[in-house]
């Protein structure tokens, strides 16, 4: 597709549960980065990726979050033992490097819920 | 470690009124600095950035911002506002070397009345 996509848009889920956010940049574009915008609030930054590796993970709030990128293209990003307070958008944007200058192009973020 | 205050929650202009969306940022050396729209049911979209150079950068959508390192501000405006401008607006600083990795005010909401 032409943009950013990711899946689910909404995700309800119990606390405790085990979620993984989808992620497909731009055809092209070897950065990706997960953002976490709660409400009322800016977006977060949380981890980037420059091909397959996690070039900056210095964002997640704790070992529960992890994110992978096998092929250097679509990222999930995982949460483990979700919590109430983990409700929030997630981003998910794409640029062409990393060195583009924050010429960052967003998704429409996952919405997750935790009862 | 940078930051970003924007310290207007809400406002409210009238269709054909002029707008100012004020940002102040916090960093030590010259930063990267941005400014994102956030419409509902779409993506976060750049409006515009500055790097070096100019301090008043031109966007899309008409809108224009000035970055004056005195007052460590990036405030954003445009002339005459137009209906479909209502939207959430964030400004961002990256760092030098990583610009990539943004730092978001809390954003302010735009209201624009008929």
């Known amino acids: 597709g032409a943009g950013v996509s990711q899946t689910p848009s909404n995700k309800v889920t119990e606390k405790g549960k085990y979620v993984e956010l989808r992620c497909d940049p731009i055809s092209g574009h070897t950065a990706l980065y997960w953002y976490r915008q709660s409400l009322g609030q800016g977006p977060e930054f949380l981890i980037y990726f420059q091909g397959t590796g996690a070039a900056d993970d210095s964002g997640l709030p704790n070992d529960r979050f992890f994110a992978v990128r096998p092929e250097g293209s679509v990222s999930t990003l995982k949460i483990q033992r979700t919590e109430r307070g983990d409700s929030a958008v997630y981003l998910c944007?794409?640029?062409?490097?990393?060195?583009?200058?924050?010429?960052?192009?967003f998704g429409e973020g996952s919405r997750l819920t935790v009862l | 470690a940078q930051s970003v205050t924007q310290p207007d929650i809400h406002i409210t202009v009238s269709e054909g009124a002029s707008l100012e969306l004020r940002c102040n940022y916090s960093y030590g050396a010259t930063p990267y600095l941005f400014w994102y729209v956030q419409s509902p049911g779409q993506g976060l979209q750049l409006l515009l950035k500055y790097f070096s150079g100019d301090t008043l950068v031109q966007g899309i959508k008409g809108f224009e911002a000035e970055f004056k390192r005195s007052q460590s501000s990036f405030n954003l405006r445009k002339p005459s506002v137009h209906w479909s401008d209502a939207a959430e607006y964030f400004c961002?600083?990256?760092?030098?070397?990583?610009?990539?990795?943004?730092?978001f005010g809390t954003g302010t909401r735009l209201q624009v009345t008929l």
């Open positions: 961002a600083v990256g760092i030098t070397g990583t610009a990539s990795k943004l730092t």
């Open positions: 944007a794409s640029s062409l490097t990393s060195s583009s200058g924050g010429e960052l192009f």
